[in-house]
């Protein structure tokens, strides 16, 4: 059974870097650099970082006004993977 992760959250901190709460209680910083350097046209923008640092939660993922977006479920498993994760200060 999958669980139903939403990103509560997200910040910049510099960089192509973004804090990320997420609903079940655990947060982390990403780095999405190499995500951001891949040559497809939606990505393009990210590579700006005023661009970047313009990111939103949006029906529980992270987005930008350009319309793109990422799952939160995909990347809360790929942060937790790479150890990325801790409880959330707080609380969720």
């Not at 939403?6 to 990403?30: A, H, M, W």
């Not at 350097?37 to 990111?55: I, S, T, V, Y």
């Amino acid at each position: 059974m999958i669980d139903i992760i939403k990103t509560l959250s997200v910040d910049p901190v510099g960089g192509y870097r973004l804090q990320v709460r997420f609903s079940n209680g655990r947060e982390g910083i990403c780095d999405l650099s190499g995500m951001v350097g891949q040559d497809r046209p939606m990505l393009k923008p990210l590579a700006d970082p005023e661009f970047f640092a313009r990111a939103f939660v949006q029906t529980g993922t992270i987005a930008w006004p350009n319309g793109f977006d990422i799952d939160a479920i995909a990347l809360h498993d790929e942060m937790l993977k790479s150890g990325q994760l801790e409880p959330a200060l707080g609380g969720a």
